[in-house]
Protein backbone atom coordinates (compact mmCIF):
# COMPACT_ATOMS: atom_id res chain seq x y z
CA UNK A 1 0.00 0.00 0.00
CA UNK A 2 1.33 4.00 -1.00
CA UNK A 3 0.99 6.03 1.84
CA UNK A 4 -0.77 9.43 1.25
CA UNK A 5 0.57 11.88 3.87
CA UNK A 6 -1.57 15.25 2.03
CA UNK A 7 -4.84 16.67 0.80
CA UNK A 8 -3.64 17.31 -2.39
CA UNK A 9 -2.11 13.54 -2.91
CA UNK A 10 -5.42 11.91 -2.27
CA UNK A 11 -7.37 13.62 -3.92
CA UNK A 12 -4.86 12.75 -6.82
CA UNK A 13 -4.93 9.63 -6.26
CA UNK A 14 -9.12 9.19 -5.98
CA UNK A 15 -9.69 11.03 -8.94
CA UNK A 16 -8.33 7.97 -11.41
CA UNK A 17 -9.73 6.28 -14.29
CA UNK A 18 -9.56 3.22 -12.33
CA UNK A 19 -11.29 2.17 -9.08
CA UNK A 20 -8.46 2.54 -6.32
CA UNK A 21 -8.56 1.07 -2.67
CA UNK A 22 -7.83 3.47 0.22
CA UNK A 23 -7.39 2.03 3.62
CA UNK A 24 -7.88 4.63 6.71
CA UNK A 25 -6.33 3.65 9.96
CA UNK A 26 -4.14 5.02 12.43
CA UNK A 27 -1.37 4.40 14.35
CA UNK A 28 -2.81 3.67 17.84
CA UNK A 29 -5.51 1.35 16.92
CA UNK A 30 -5.03 -2.32 17.55
CA UNK A 31 -8.00 -3.21 15.60
CA UNK A 32 -5.66 -1.59 12.18
CA UNK A 33 -2.83 -3.90 14.13
CA UNK A 34 -4.85 -7.38 13.81
CA UNK A 35 -5.73 -6.14 9.94
CA UNK A 36 -1.96 -5.84 9.02
CA UNK A 37 -1.70 -8.95 10.34
CA UNK A 38 -4.19 -10.82 7.63
CA UNK A 39 -4.93 -7.87 4.59
CA UNK A 40 -1.76 -8.89 2.80
CA UNK A 41 -2.92 -11.99 1.16
CA UNK A 42 -6.27 -9.66 0.34
CA UNK A 43 -4.04 -6.74 -1.40
CA UNK A 44 -2.37 -9.15 -3.54
CA UNK A 45 -5.78 -11.37 -4.49
CA UNK A 46 -7.23 -7.10 -5.63
CA UNK A 47 -3.71 -6.41 -6.88
CA UNK A 48 -5.03 -5.09 -10.39
CA UNK A 49 -6.25 -1.93 -7.85
CA UNK A 50 -4.12 0.16 -6.65
CA UNK A 51 -4.22 0.08 -2.65
CA UNK A 52 -3.50 3.14 -0.44
CA UNK A 53 -3.79 3.80 3.57
CA UNK A 54 -4.65 7.22 5.46
CA UNK A 55 -3.51 8.06 9.00
CA UNK A 56 -6.66 8.88 10.10
CA UNK A 57 -4.77 11.33 12.63
CA UNK A 58 -2.49 12.87 9.79
CA UNK A 59 -5.37 13.88 7.27
CA UNK A 60 -8.47 14.96 9.72
CA UNK A 61 -10.42 16.74 6.91
CA UNK A 62 -10.27 13.97 4.22
CA UNK A 63 -11.62 11.65 7.25
CA UNK A 64 -14.24 14.02 7.88
CA UNK A 65 -14.89 14.70 3.94
CA UNK A 66 -15.36 11.13 3.91
CA UNK A 67 -17.07 10.31 6.85
CA UNK A 68 -14.56 8.08 8.34
CA UNK A 69 -15.96 7.70 11.67
CA UNK A 70 -13.98 4.59 12.60
CA UNK A 71 -10.76 2.93 12.00
CA UNK A 72 -9.76 0.57 10.28
CA UNK A 73 -12.08 1.39 7.16
CA UNK A 74 -12.01 0.88 4.03
CA UNK A 75 -13.22 2.93 0.83
CA UNK A 76 -13.44 2.37 -2.96
CA UNK A 77 -13.21 5.63 -5.02
CA UNK A 78 -13.27 6.22 -8.59
CA UNK A 79 -13.21 9.43 -10.92
CA UNK A 80 -13.05 11.52 -7.88
CA UNK A 81 -16.38 9.24 -6.04
CA UNK A 82 -16.46 6.88 -3.24
CA UNK A 83 -18.04 3.71 -4.61
CA UNK A 84 -18.04 2.32 -1.48
CA UNK A 85 -17.44 2.47 1.98
CA UNK A 86 -16.59 -0.58 4.51
CA UNK A 87 -17.23 0.73 8.09
CA UNK A 88 -15.10 -0.11 10.89
CA UNK A 89 -17.58 -2.47 12.81
CA UNK A 90 -17.40 -5.01 9.43
CA UNK A 91 -13.64 -4.64 8.82
CA UNK A 92 -13.12 -6.99 11.95
CA UNK A 93 -12.08 -10.30 9.56
CA UNK A 94 -10.64 -11.48 6.34
CA UNK A 95 -13.96 -12.36 5.38
CA UNK A 96 -15.41 -9.18 6.18
CA UNK A 97 -13.05 -7.80 3.80
CA UNK A 98 -13.24 -9.96 1.20
CA UNK A 99 -17.09 -10.19 1.27
CA UNK A 100 -16.48 -6.42 1.10
CA UNK A 101 -14.65 -6.09 -2.26
CA UNK A 102 -16.26 -9.10 -3.90
CA UNK A 103 -19.31 -7.09 -4.03
CA UNK A 104 -17.90 -3.71 -4.77
CA UNK A 105 -15.88 -5.25 -7.79
CA UNK A 106 -18.61 -7.82 -8.85
Known amino acids: MKAIHSTDAFNQAIN ?12 WCPDCKAMDM ?7 KYNDYEWYVVDR ?20 FKNGEKLSHLHS ?18
Open 16 to 27: SDNPVIVKFEAD
Open 57 to 76: DELEDVVTANDVMGIPSILV
Open 38 to 44: WIDPIVE
Open 89 to 106: ANAKSPEQVEDFLADTFK
